[in-house]
Structure formats: C-alpha cells, structure tokens
C-alpha cells in the first residue's frame, strides 16, 4: 500500500528548496519528511542545524514562518 501525499505536498517541497540555501551557506540543511491531511509540515534539520542551539528559531522564525507566508494550507512546521 503506497502512501498519499499531502495535496500541498509539492508546493512545499518547492518552498523548501527556497530556503534551503539560507541553511548550506551555515553548514546546515532541512529535507522535508512529510506534510499531514492538517497541514502539519515534517521536517529534519541536517549538518549544523542539526545540534545548534538556535536551530529552534531557525525552524520557527525562518522555515514555518517562510512556509506559512507562501503556503496558507500550512498550519505549523514540526521537527522530527
């Protein structure tokens, strides 16, 4: 049985690789892991995003907040 995707699945990805410069130019990246049916965007914070201290504002203040601005199906970005 294969998994649906979300129908803003696509747009987000799209959104992701948008901001995902911001995050290489630090030693950092994100990969999108899933987007629920309630708009719920899972992702991991990879290379130096992945231990730093601020990567909590990086994911709030940055990702959700980029995502939520272009997408409005975005309800919040959680970390997995």
Request: glycine content about 8%.
């Given at each position: 049985?294969?998994?649906?995707?979300?129908?803003?699945?696509?747009?987000v990805?799209?959104?992701?690789?948008?901001?995902?410069?911001?995050?290489?130019?630090?030693?950092?990246?994100?990969?999108?892991?899933?987007?629920?049916?309630?708009g719920t965007?899972?992702?991991?914070l990879?290379?130096?995003?992945k231990?730093?201290?601020?990567?909590?504002?990086?994911l709030s203040?940055?990702?959700?907040?980029?995502?939520?601005?272009?997408?409005?199906?975005?309800s919040?970005?959680?970390?997995?």
């Amino acid at each position: 049985m294969s998994e649906t995707k979300s129908p803003i699945y696509d747009q987000v990805l799209a959104a992701i690789q948008q901001v995902r410069p911001a995050l290489q130019r630090d030693g950092g990246d994100v990969e999108l892991i899933n987007v629920t049916e309630d708009g719920t965007v899972q992702v991991e914070l990879q290379g130096a995003c992945k231990g730093c201290p601020m990567s909590q504002m990086t994911l709030s203040l940055g990702i959700e907040r980029y995502l939520k601005e272009n997408i409005p199906e975005v309800s919040r970005v959680v970390q997995v």
